[in-house]
């Protein structure tokens, strides 16, 4: 890749991510800050290439729907409370009707007047408005109201979560080709580095001795049960010295693929 070519990508990325973040109220996430800072400073780029954009990169929530949630659950709490009116008005009206009852039926002592017909007509005594009819009238029209408040809310909720859910869609893409962005970014190394390379040989190199020595163990052994049967099978000899030299070969390439002390 061009050197031009490089830094434009990197800046065309940098400006990606300035975006995406102002875009979201992500301008304090500690990975986004970082890796911003580290992809511009051409820093630790290979450290950041080990991290997994995909799970490190914070994910925006959608906000579409936030204001019908909002009075979606506003008009619930409105609904419980009026679940309780009507118990309400029809205990304060049985108190009213109550009490002028009592005062009528003191003042009316040769009448024979029952409570349920004083609170249907209340007789002067009771105000029209604590008067079972209305009462029940009253009953009817909040309950309505709470089972149309009901309706509302629980539309009102559905809807706000569709947007969002929708939404999120967009954002959770839109969050993925930010992450395959900085992978792919990542995935280039911005020039070799001579003592990481020294070092992966070297380990290479540790880990084929290791592999060596266990191979050369294995032959010693197999020339143990070679030696054992050579006496009557010829065939086993030549096949215990071609082990034997197949050992020393390997041991000669590893110490020779060996880097020098300084």
């Known amino acids: 890749m061009k050197r031009s070519n490089r830094n434009a990508e990197k800046n065309l990325l940098i400006s990606r991510l300035n975006q995406w973040a102002v875009k979201h109220s992500l301008l304090e996430d500690p990975y986004l800050v970082s890796v911003s800072r580290a992809i511009e400073n051409n820093d630790s780029l290979d450290f950041w290439a080990t991290l997994d954009p995909g799970t490190r990169l914070p994910r925006p929530l959608s906000k579409v729907g936030e204001q019908l949630i909002t009075w979606a659950r506003y008009m619930a709490i409105f609904r419980n409370i009026l679940v309780f009116v009507p118990v309400a008005v029809t205990w304060k009206a049985i ?12 003042s009316n002592t040769a009448t024979p007047v029952n409570f349920l017909e004083f609170w249907q007509n209340g007789y002067g005594l009771l105000d029209p408005i604590y008067r ?3 009462v029940a009238e009253i009953d009817f029209w909040i309950i309505i109201l709470v089972i149309a408040t009901t309706i509302v809310s629980t539309t009102l909720l559905n809807i706000g979560r569709s947007k969002d859910a929708k939404e999120q869609v967009n954002l959770d893409s839109e969050r993925e080709l930010i992450s395959f962005e900085i992978h792919k970014y990542l995935s280039v190394p911005e020039k070799v580095n001579k003592a990481f390379t020294e070092q992966t040989l070297n380990l290479a190199i540790r880990n084929l001795s290791a592999a060596t020595e266990s191979i050369a163990l294995a032959a010693k052994r197999f020339d143990k049960v070679v030696d054992r049967a050579s006496a009557e099978n010829n065939t086993s ?3 215990a010295k071609e082990v034997r ?3 020393k070969s390997i041991l000669k390439a590893i ?3 060996q880097p020098e002390n300084k």
């Open 132 to 134: 079972i009819g209305t």
């Open 255 to 257: 110490k020779k693929s």
């Open 245 to 247: 030299n197949f050992q």
């Open 237 to 239: 000899q030549a096949i």
């Open 95 to 106: 108190a009213e009707a109550t009490s002028a009852f009592s005062e009528f039926i003191n």
